[in-house]
């Protein structure tokens, strides 16, 4: 006869559906900031090709579709406005991604925590298991100290 509680079934689907939507948004602010990072890197191997040529050398850029004839000189500074442009646009997503993650490491010393204390059986065997692959860092990162027998 075990006094230890056991998890609701809606509950444990419940954190695992929070846990699937973190995992999700961290994976589409990281497909995000690859497709960006892949086109900055277009831009600057164009702006790389241009630079060392005649400013008034015809060239072609695609507007809206639709090829447009212009000089070196026109396109240049309109591709550097872009490319600094695209460069913002990824440093605010990494920092974007950055704090979904601490939303998520955050979540999981919560979880943990609440597991803990509804489960402490469960949590030391899963020490004695060897299982400290996740709770040596929530140990660290919040001054746990699990003394082994």
Excluded at 23 to 45: M, S
Excluded at 78 to 90: A, F, M, R
Excluded at 125 to 139: A, C, I, N, S, Y
Aim: glycine share 4%; net charge neutral.
């Amino acid at each position: 006869m075990s006094s230890q509680k056991q998890i609701d079934p809606k509950k444990q689907q419940e954190l695992q559906l929070q846990y699937t939507n973190f995992k999700n948004t961290l994976g589409q602010l990281a497909q995000k900031i690859g497709d960006i990072e892949q086109e900055a890197e277009e831009h600057k191997l164009v702006i790389e090709t241009l630079d060392p040529l005649d400013a008034d050398r015809k060239c072609f850029r695609m507007v809206n579709g639709v090829l447009v004839e212009r000089t070196v000189k026109d396109v240049l500074p309109t591709l550097k406005t872009n490319s600094d442009g695209l460069k913002q646009v990824i440093e605010d997503m990494l920092k974007q991604y950055k704090s979904k993650q601490n939303e998520l490491d955050n979540w999981k010393v919560r979880v943990f925590q609440s597991s803990w204390a509804l489960h402490p059986r469960h949590i030391l065997h899963e020490v004695d298991m060897g299982r400290t692959d996740v709770l040596f860092p929530l140990q660290k990162k919040n001054n746990i100290q699990v003394v082994q027998p």
